[in-house]
Every structure is written in C-alpha cells, then in structure tokens.
T-cell receptor, first 117, second 115 residues
Framework: SAVISQKPSRDICQRGTSLTIQCQVDSQVTMMFWYRQQPGQSLTLIATANQGSEATYESGFVIDKFPISRPNLTFSTLTVSNMSPEDSSIYLC??????????????FGPGTRLTVL | GENVEQHPSTLSVQEGDSAVIKCTYSDSASNYFPWYKQELGKRPQLIIDIRSNVGEKKDQRIAVTLNKTAKHFSLHITETQPEDSAVYFCAASTEDGTSYGKLTFGQGTILTVHP
C-alpha cells in the first residue's frame, strides 16, 4: 500500500486567513484527491488533483476558495482560503495506488483537523 | 451523478453476534464497491471491496454481497468483536479496465459491539 503523510496534522486559524495543507506519498501515484469530512459526517470529495494541469473540482467547490497544486506524482497541496468557521473540518488527502499486477486501490492520509475561530 | 444510501446509521450488537450494513446506489454504470472502516480519530481504512463481476467476496469474518439487478450491496461481519466498533462507509464508483473514477460515499454506519 501507499504511505501517505499530511502536514499539518491540526491547526487553529483565525477567520479571514488561509492555510495550506501538504500531502506527500512514498511512491508515484496516478491520481490524488482531496476530501472534506465534517464532524460526524461522511467524506465529501473537494477535487481531483491532476499532475501538470488544473484540478477538477466537484460541485460546490471552487478554485478561488480551495486552490490545489500538484507539481509531481508524489506531492500535492490544498489551500483553504479566506477561512470562516464553516471551514472547520478534517481535510483528507487520498491517492489511487496500484500494487504490481493488481487494480487500483484508494488510500487515505491521516487528515488535517482544521478549526477556524 | 451517483448517489449512495447507507443503512442503518447506527448499529449496536453484542459481541459474537453478526452485523449487516446495507447500501443502495443509483448509477447502473457503477461496478466497483469498496468498504472503509474508520476508527475514532483515524483515517478511513479499506477493509474489503467487490467488483460487479462477482456476487460475493469473503475475507475471514468479513463478507460483501452485491446484487446488481437491485443495485444494492451489503457488508456482513460475523462473530463481532469490540475492536470492530467503528464507523463503516460504503462507496461506489465506475471502474474501467484497471482504474476507477471518483468514489461516492454513503453516509456511514456507527457500529458498536458491546462486550
């Protein structure tokens, strides 16, 4: 399986500021995703991070609010911009990884717990 | 787009009993159905998955069944143990060849196994 790390693991931020979350994978992966999980809720896909091109955003999420970078096949960042308390959530990086001879499996990073005051 | 409904939202069982969680999906093109377990404060972990070319898959105490005609799939846990207590999420996606697209998740089921 792919080993995924995220930084920071948690943060407390003031409204109006921005936070950039980093996701690092120990192997090259075809696709990387960013999810949001609000307290007690399911996982909601924010966007698919595409290497070398703009991210593909889901309905309800826009690039100005959640800019994403993916400079290579092992790294991506998600920025939460101009934060409000409603952005308080856990943000999870996820990757599709293919073990030799098998089909893709999706793994999740440990998450970043964001609190906006 | 795809919509996945999951039931029940909470499930409480005694240790040793079986637990069943059911999901229905809306997109008939969906052909890949993973299940994730998320313990409190931890990341979701894949526990089992099934593709539409089979009707059932087992892994020790865990099994998943799929009914493509009715568009529903279920997770079965036998001989439950307290460490099975967690939130379980089903998901659906369309897989083509060796890859699949985005996962749509169900709402989650909080499973509590009482000793």
């Amino acid at each position: 399986s792919a080993v995924i790390s995220q930084k920071p693991s948690r943060d407390i931020c003031q409204r109006g500021t921005s936070l950039t979350i980093q996701c690092q994978v120990d192997s090259q992966v075809t696709m990387m995703f960013w999810y949001r999980q609000q307290p007690g809720q399911s996982l909601t896909l924010i966007a698919t991070a595409n290497q070398g091109s703009e991210a593909t955003y889901e309905s309800g999420f826009v690039i100005d609010k959640f800019p994403i970078s993916r400079p290579n096949l092992t790294f991506s960042t998600l920025t939460v911009s101009n934060m409000s308390p409603e952005d308080s959530s856990i943000y999870l990086c996820s990757v599709k990884h293919r073990a030799s001879g098998y089909t893709d499996t999706q793994y999740f990073g440990p998450g970043t717990r964001l609190t906006v005051l | 787009g795809e919509n996945v409904e999951q039931h029940p939202s909470t499930l409480s069982v005694q240790e040793g009993d079986s637990a069943v969680i059911k999901c229905t999906y809306s997109d008939s093109a969906s052909n890949y159905f993973p299940w994730y377990k998320q313990e409190l404060g931890k990341r979701p972990q894949l526990i089992i998955d099934i593709r539409s070319n089979v009707g059932e898959k087992k892994d020790q105490r865990i099994a998943v069944t799929l009914n493509k005609t009715a568009k529903h799939f279920s997770l079965h846990i036998t001989e439950t143990q307290p460490e099975d207590s967690a939130v379980y999420f089903c998901a659906a996606s369309t897989e083509d060849g060796t890859s699949y697209g985005k996962l749509t998740f169900g709402q989650g089921t909080i499973l509590t196994v009482h000793p």
